[in-house]
């Protein structure tokens, strides 16, 4: 049966306070993938019962697990407002941060694992460092010689254009993580650091797009993507990841950037 609590709102003709709606709480089911490299010698699922409101967020609920009835989980967070990336898991089946999923959304039985393709460092904490090394190897910042003196680097709005949606990127590997490909071959280069050299290819005040080209145009690079469309629809931030490869792809091919 839900329970109900009640609370007092404020009175806008500054009377006597008219009682708030009640809040509806509600129990879900949250099963955890769990994994202690100094106890397990293979991942397990452990359940939790945890009372939760709709608007809740699947953070909230991992908190009430953490701090109410197993201290020992271990979960990334930071911000925990959907900027940091640092909470990309494995909800429901699909990558998603758990700080921007609301429980109404989720459901009341919620599965929660680690992203994959990542060495799993103890429960849903990964080791985010082959990530990151694809990452810089792709020289993810503005390459320029020349000395702009004491003036800006102009840029046209139509400039901008061309690479404004890869800005967008936070590196929460929700993307690499969801790519089959990259499941099967750690050295593909993977889309999040595809994406983050599109947004530096296509900046018309780099000089660097040639030497990012040829990396991607290896044998780990751009090719090894099968369009399966899984890094866009993993994205919280609703990068057209896929399309990015793409106009990466037609940069090799035809050389225009």
């Not at 990151?132 to 003196?149: C, K, T, W």
């Not at 593909?188 to 000089?207: C, K, L």
């Amino acid at each position: 049966m839900a329970d109900t609590t009640t609370a007092e709102a404020p009175s806008e003709s500054g009377g006597a306070a008219a009682p708030a709606p009640a809040v509806e709480l509600f129990k879900i089911e949250l099963r955890i993938k769990r994994f202690d490299p100094e106890r397990d010698t293979k991942p397990h699922w452990e359940s939790y019962q945890v009372e939760m409101e709709g608007t809740d967020r699947v953070l909230d609920a991992l908190h009430e697990v953490k701090y109410h009835h197993d201290g020992t989980l271990s979960l990334r967070r930071s911000c925990a407002h959907g900027v940091c990336g640092s909470d990309a898991m494995v909800i429901n089946g699909a990558n998603a941060l758990a700080c921007t999923m609301l429980i109404k959304d989720a459901g009341k039985i919620v599965t929660v694992e680690p992203i994959r393709g990542l060495p799993v460092i103890k429960d849903l904490v990964v080791d985010m460092e082959p990530f990151f090394a694809q990452y810089r190897s792709v020289m993810p910042f503005l390459i320029n010689e020349s000395d702009p003196g004491y003036t800006e680097r102009y840029q046209s709005s139509e400039d901008r254009e061309r690479f404004d949606d890869t800005t967008k990127c936070i590196l929460c590997a929700a993307c690499t993580t969801s790519c089959p490909v990259y499941w099967g071959n750690s050295s593909y280069v993977g889309p999040a650091a595809i994406v983050n050299a599109h947004r530096f290819i296509f900046d018309s005040r780099d000089e660097g797009a040639a030497d990012r080209l040829d990396i991607l145009n290896e044998k780990s690079g751009v090719w090894r993507c099968r369009t399966a469309f899984n890094c866009s629809e993993a994205c919280p931030r609703e990068i057209k990841v896929t399309q990015a490869i793409e106009e990466v792809k037609r940069a090799i091919l035809y050389d225009r950037v």
